[in-house]
């Protein structure tokens, strides 16, 4: 581990740019979410190159419902999960927690993640911020931070029953202003092609369900990265319930 990982600060965003130069069609970075320093070694050391933390698995950890972890037990378990490996860490930090640019930058720069997740739903209301709003609100992450961190809009008009072309509005706007990637959630695979058509431009995040096409065909649908959301945590849950019910009815526990 290298002298800057040690101290917590990691390889820089650049290096996390460099990943995400997929030529069209190629097969996406892939990027698994640790939700606390024992998962991220293992990803790690599964040969994942970078890292993306779940807000939701975090917050799950921590005992609270998702949406609901104040900042500075999400930023604390962020510095713990950089401080754990040495591949760069790009973390889910919701809508900023009401945080202005400049400080959210700093705190995040703090916790040694080299990128940020910054969603369009309000925190508490859930509801959309107006588009305009939210491309300034990154162009002032995008000033305070300069190129120090990666930049991931998250666009929520899916979870609000909107359409490719609302969705594709509103990444345009969002990488105009500075974004370094944009993130459609709950995309269907097959509008990956129409957002594409649209005029999104640049690496394009995928959040990946069971079910899905392979991670080569989301390449070549246009996806540059996948992620996963809280999927890989409530799949390690599982695997952990099933061990309960081995224990609790006294069968035999296999390694």
Known sequence: MSADAKAGRGPGAE?????????PGDLPLVLPGPWDAATARVFEEAGFPALATPSAGI??????????TPADEMFAAVTRIVRAVSVPVTADLEDGYGLPAREL????VESGAVGLNLEDSERGTHDLRDPREQ????AAVREAAGPSLFVNA?????LRGGTADEAAERARLYVAAGADCVFPILAPPEDLPRLRAA???GPLNFLARPGDPSHAELGRLGATRI??????HARALRGVA?????????????A
């Open 15 to 23: 290096e996390l740019r460099r990943l995400h130069d997929v030529p």
């Open 59 to 68: 917050a799950a950890v921590l005992g609270y419902a998702d949406g609901h």
């Open 105 to 108: 930058v700093a705190r995040t």
């Open 135 to 138: 491309a300034e609100r990154i």
């Open 154 to 158: 998250r666009v929520d008009t899916y």
């Open 199 to 201: 005029g999104v431009e």
């Open 227 to 232: 992620t996963f959301g809280h999927g890989l």
């Open 242 to 254: 099933e061990l309960a019910r081995q224990l609790a009815t006294a069968r035999p526990v296999t």
